[in-house]
């Protein structure tokens, strides 16, 4: 069995066989929920020169409930609206590997370096979308990558329709 950081490792190197470890092992949820915990604090500190220290906080929230509900639309959608032949999965799997996917948003941090931060923050949030690609496709038991893209976008769109959502039911 891999540790936490050779399975962060692996994830961030987009390796299917990290990917299935990390689905088949239920003991690798709380290694998920450091994963989203140690990308969610590196968020929090490249955005710490715009939101300050709540920010950070607020951040490291907003980034385990957008995780788990991320993690269950995808299971909606990924076993109900778009299943394959094999898919086979429960939302643990969907957050395992999930959870795993965010690793490349450890260099969310670097966003806190003026103009070049930029830069950096948005190609690890590109890397972090093929990460969950994979993580979709492995999780999902897909045979094709264009359906794991598939549900990452149908997901996508109901996952930013519930943001709406809930964000017009906060700020009222």
């Not at 385990?64 to 509900?69: A, E, I, K, P, R």
């Not at 949030?125 to 999902?140: E, F």
């Amino acid at each position: 069995m891999a540790t936490l950081v050779e399975r962060a490792i692996g994830a961030a190197k987009l390796d299917a066989a990290t990917y299935e470890e990390v689905e088949h092992d239920p003991d690798a949820l709380g290694q998920a929920v450091i994963v989203v915990l140690v990308v969610a604090l590196a968020a929090g500190i490249g955005a710490v020169s715009r939101a300050g220290l709540s920010g950070l906080v607020m951040t490291a929230l907003a980034s385990l409930v957008g995780w788990f509900l991320w993690a269950g639309v995808t299971y909606l959608v990924g076993t109900r609206l778009l299943p394959g032949p094999q898919t086979e999965a429960d939302l643990g799997q969907l957050l395992r590997t999930l959870g795993f996917s965010a690793t490349p948003g450890v260099f969310q941090a670097f966003a806190v370096i003026p103009v070049i931060g930029i830069v950096i923050g948005f190609a690890a949030s590109l890397w972090q979308l093929a990460a969950m690609v994979v993580a979709v496709r492995q999780a999902l038991d897909y045979e094709s990558t264009g359906r794991a893209i598939l549900v990452c976008v149908v997901g996508f769109l109901i996952y930013l329709a519930i943001g709406i959502v809930l964000g017009s039911l906060i700020g009222r």
